[in-house]
């Protein structure tokens, strides 16, 4: 069989773990009862609980952007507003879908190394009170960040503690929290109960799942009406179980934990290699399992020739590179080589 690259555009592009399309199989030989009224979807609630803590309920839905929908449209207001920063996944790649369905507006604020700071919420609360103005009620944050860097525990600490303080709740999108977790040596609970948030967008599908997501409260009073909400917002699967089984895999034997370290090791690997080439330069930490660089845009187009990957910031020449938990060392190897390449004019 013929062996084709693998991409470092996505970690999207990655294939379904062989033990996530074991658990699929598994539960594929007869009837259940459907949208969530199965053994299989117990079981997994079940085990999120053991993982996250006994406090907290789960809801599985198909995707990121969902998760992320409905997870704020139960936390925020129409008149109120999602506070995030500028190149937030909600703000940038989700097309007004916070907008279009929770109502609320986003507030988007700068920030270099993606992360978001207590000192810069503080100018938005002054609208608190004013009537003309869209009222701050939740802060939003990446974990990791979109641009690859991690949150510190004392760091999410510190801003679920600030917002609380100031009667704004905290949402994190984990689409890669697998990865954050990984990076910082920490159990998922740790890097989401302990830490005080109050909802989850808990990703899968960048970390071996075929498909599905799933919306985490630790705040249980924000959850007293979410099943009506997720059924509006399109994300109730009848055939829960293909949705629950994966997840119960992934948090089953550290499955999620060695995939994203061998995701995080890639990048660490690819970013080690890409160092030494002159030229190229690194932008951002590279803390989890995405590398950003900056490279003249020729040899980023002679490159694009055999690898597709994506530009971040074409006015400065910034792109990213993602690896995942299927990435080798080998993979890593052939395509520093193919930059080598294109760095000296070669295709």
């Not at 053994?39 to 198909?62: H, M, N």
């Not at 009406?225 to 089984?245: D, E, F, H, P, W």
Request: charged share 20%.
């Amino acid at each position: 069989m013929k062996r084709y690259k693998r991409s470092f555009a996505s970690d999207n592009n990655s294939i379904v773990h062989p033990k996530i399309m074991e658990a699929l199989n598994n539960v594929n030989n007869s009837h259940v009862l459907s949208y969530g009224d199965d053994p299989y979807t117990e079981s997994a609630r079940k085990r999120f609980k053991e993982v996250f803590g006994q406090g907290c309920e789960v809801y599985f839905v198909f995707n990121g952007t969902g998760a992320n929908v409905t997870g704020l449209a139960a936390m925020a207001r129409p008149h109120q507003a999602v506070i995030c920063t500028e190149n937030a996944h909600i703000n940038v790649d989700e097309c007004g879908a916070v907008e279009r369905f929770a109502g609320c507006r986003l507030w988007p604020l700068p920030s270099k190394d993606g992360k978001l700071k207590p000192e810069q919420i503080q100018p938005v609360l002054n609208v608190l009170g004013n009537q003309h103005h869209s009222q701050p009620g939740v802060v939003s944050v990446s974990q990791c960040t979109e641009l690859g860097t991690v949150y510190s525990i004392e760091e999410l600490k510190n801003l679920a503690a600030y917002a609380h303080s100031n009667n704004l709740l905290v949402h994190v999108d984990g689409a890669r929290i697998a990865n954050a977790a990984a990076f910082l040596g920490v159990s998922l609970k740790g890097v989401t109960a302990d830490t005080g948030i109050d909802v989850l967008s808990f990703g899968g599908t960048k970390n071996g799942l075929m498909f599905g997501e799933a919306v985490v409260f630790f705040n249980r009073q924000l959850a007293e009406n979410y099943k009506y909400i997720r059924k509006q917002g399109t994300q109730l699967a009848s055939k829960m179980r293909y949705i629950a089984v994966q997840f119960d895999a992934l948090l089953s034997d550290e499955l999620w934990l060695n995939n994203a370290k061998k995701a995080n090791a890639m990048a660490a690997l690819l970013a080690g290699e890409a160092e030494k080439i002159p030229g190229l330069k690194i932008t951002q930490p590279v803390q989890s399992n995405g590398v950003f660089v900056s490279m003249p845009r020729a040899a980023a187009e002679r490159l694009q020739q055999q690898y597709f990957f994506y530009p971040w910031n074409e006015e400065k020449g910034e792109y990213r590179w993602m690896t995942s938990f299927d990435t080798e060392e080998q993979d890593v190897m052939e395509f520093t080589a193919a930059i080598k390449a294109a760095m000296h004019g070669q295709h």
